[in-house]
């Protein structure tokens, strides 16, 4: 009897935890396709589409972004001419 017990709370304890392991995981999944969409939206933004759902301000952050990058690039190609 006392194994019988012992056996039947070990296997609720079980699934319990698999329902928790599950239930976290579906969270991070959820997390991790947000930040991935949030990504290809930045992505397509530095690529000069869909831009027409930005603000003038994010516009502008934008547009200094870029300008950093360039002035990054001109100067690392002018240290290898």
């Not at 039947?8 to 976290?24: K, L, M, P, R």
């Not at 933004?45 to 027409?52: R, V």
């Not at 547009?63 to 002035?71: A, D, F, H, S």
């Amino acid at each position: 009897m006392e194994r019988y017990k012992k056996a039947s709370s070990d296997s609720s304890s079980t699934a319990s935890v698999t329902e928790i392991n599950a239930q976290y995981y579906q969270q991070e999944s959820a997390k991790l396709r947000q930040q991935i969409q949030m990504l290809q939206n930045s992505n397509r933004h530095l690529m000069g589409d869909s831009l027409s759902a930005l603000s003038v301000k994010e516009l502008k952050q934008l547009e200094n972004r870029l300008e950093r990058g360039i002035t990054r690039i001109r100067s690392k190609k002018a240290t290898l001419i």
